[in-house]
């Protein structure tokens, strides 16, 4: 099963808004309300960001917000802040009870 | 609260198997899936499979087949990784990770496997 597509890197200034990608297919995104959200900081465990394509876990801030369009998920992060500088991936359930990646996107802020 | 506390890093050569425990607290284990879910360095996160951990049933991907085991032990509310046949492509942490609703919902810490004569 080929992994979701994300851009390799985005980035924005402190208070800016960013918003990243994660392409997939019929198969996947597009046809379950499953898209999840991780967060990871170099030598960290993913932390769950966004769940069920907009949900936010307890304890996330509001200025993280997914949504979804046909086969493409997205993730908003508004109001950039240093601590927000990490990889972000993405992850679908998928046919078969599988789940697929994205390849991760790194974001900095600049 | 949930935790997942993973086994420590460990080192093998070429051709060994590894075992990684994952013991899950502060919920009912039996309840709820436990994924696996493979990094290796610099790369991206790659979904393994799962397991039922109520009545043992198994899920993998693919990639993995015929060469990963999952189980778990209720008892002691453990779930098991363990990958055969290992080569240096192995070289990676492995997460197990609690199923909610469909979504890998709590980590563990993760544990580092290097592969390597």
């Known amino acids: 099963q080929s992994a979701l597509t994300q851009p390799a890197s985005v980035s924005g200034s402190p208070g800016q808004s960013i918003t990243i990608s994660c392409t997939g297919t019929?198969?996947?995104?597009?046809?379950?309300?499953?898209v999840s959200w991780y967060q990871q900081h170099p030598g960290k465990a993913p932390k769950l960001m966004i769940y069920?394509?907009?949900k936010r876990p307890s304890g996330v801030s509001n200025r993280f917000s997914g949504s979804k369009s046909g086969n493409t998920a997205s993730l908003t992060v508004s109001g950039l802040q240093a601590e927000d500088e990490a990889d972000y991936y993405c992850?679908?359930?998928?046919?078969?009870?599988?789940?697929?990646f994205g390849g991760g996107t790194k974001l900095t802020v600049l | 609260q949930v935790q997942l506390v993973q086994s420590g890093a460990e080192v093998k050569e070429p051709g060994a198997s590894v075992k990684v425990s994952c013991k899950a607290s502060?919920?009912?284990?039996?309840?709820?899936?436990m994924h696996w879910v493979r990094q290796a360095p610099g790369q991206r996160l790659e979904w393994m499979g799962w397991?039922?951990?109520?009545?043992?049933?198994?899920k993998y991907s693919q990639k993995f087949q015929g060469r990963v085991t999952f189980t778990r032990d209720t008892s002691a509310s453990t779930a098991y990784m363990e990958l055969g046949s290992l080569r240096s492509e192995d070289t990676a942490v492995f997460y197990c990770?609690?199923?909610?609703?469909?979504?890998?919902?709590?980590w563990g810490q993760g544990t580092l496997v290097t592969v390597s004569s």
């Open positions: 990770a609690r199923d909610i609703g469909r979504t890998l919902f709590y």
């Open positions: 502060g919920y009912s284990f039996s309840g709820y899936p």
């Open positions: 019929s198969s996947d995104v597009g046809s379950y309300n499953l």
């Open positions: 069920e394509g907009s």
């Open positions: 992850c679908s359930y998928a046919e078969s009870t599988t789940w697929v």
């Open positions: 397991i039922n951990t109520g009545n043992g049933n198994t």
